[in-house]
């Protein structure tokens, strides 16, 4: 666990450990539903998931693959000292699977008319990293 307290005295940051074999994996083409089946905790591979699904135009099936990956990644967090609130900065590579999991699952939402989840993960990605839901976006 890797916490650092905010400057401006607000919630610390949440950097999640890195878990470098799914990202190597998916980076070395091996299929994403092969590396979801033997690392099933790593938000970065449902969010590629969501992505890839989202992109083939398979919405409903993105919005899960989106959710799957956004609570991997909250049990993830809260492992890992995040209290429910707090930064969860884009920079720090391991935390991108799970921002980019709350993106996913923001955009599916949005795209089946669930508007109140689409805002409510809206909102938590910019409270969780401006940078985030800038690039993602």
Not at 35 to 52: Q, T
């Amino acid at each position: 666990m890797s916490i650092h307290q905010n400057l401006l005295g607000g919630p610390p940051e949440t950097l999640l450990p890195d878990e470098p074999e799914p990202r190597e994996m998916l980076a070395s083409g091996v299929a994403p539903a092969d590396v979801a089946a033997k690392h099933p905790s790593s938000s970065l591979v449902w969010a590629r998931l969501a992505d890839d699904a989202f992109e083939a135009g398979r919405v409903v099936e993105s919005y899960a693959y989106a959710r799957t990956g956004y609570h991997r990644g909250l049990d993830a967090l809260r492992r890992n000292g995040w209290k429910g609130h707090g930064p969860v900065p884009f920079e720090h590579e391991p935390n991108r699977g799970f921002l980019r999991a709350l993106h996913a699952l923001a955009r599916a939402a949005a795209a089946i008319g669930e508007q109140d989840e689409a805002e409510r993960c809206a909102t938590f990605l910019r409270e969780s990293s401006q940078t985030a839901a800038d690039t993602l976006s």
